[in-house]
């Protein structure tokens, strides 16, 4: 089992920033994909950005790239989001996920999740 727990959520003025974290404990696994993902009041959860463990490789949203950026921390076991220019259509829930193997951006690749932090951006 793997436990990933976010935090760093807040309310946010429009065009400011905000570092999400992730903290993940449990099984921890060296060919692990870590992925953000997010859901807004009455819409479907949708991707932002992942990051492989082993390559460190990215992958981020187009419509995100450029504002967020997805990092990791490996002696700590975090990954982390940066968010910068924030939007009031920003505002969601932004979960933590992971999985065994490469990049995916479809949330069901995904085995494991956090509880999720809320992020609120104010215009």
């Known amino acids: 089992q793997v436990q990933l727990v976010e935090s760093g959520g807040g309310l946010v003025q429009a065009g400011g920033s905000l570092r999400l974290s992730c903290a993940a404990s449990?099984?921890?696994?060296?060919?692990?994909?870590m992925g953000w993902f997010r859901q807004a009041p009455g819409k479907e959860r949708e991707f932002v950005a992942a990051?492989?463990?082993?390559?460190?490789?990215?992958y981020h949203t187009d419509s995100m790239k450029g504002r967020f950026t997805i990092s990791k921390d490996s002696a700590k076991n975090t990954v982390y989001l940066q968010m910068s220019g924030l939007k009031p259509e920003d505002t969601a829930v932004y979960y933590c996920a992971a999985r065994t193997g490469p990049l995916r951006v479809g949330e069901f690749a995904y085995d494991y999740w956090g509880q999720g932090t809320q992020v609120t951006v104010s215009s």
């Open positions: 449990g099984r921890t696994f060296s060919s692990a994909t």
């Open positions: 990051i492989n463990w082993r390559s460190g490789s990215t």
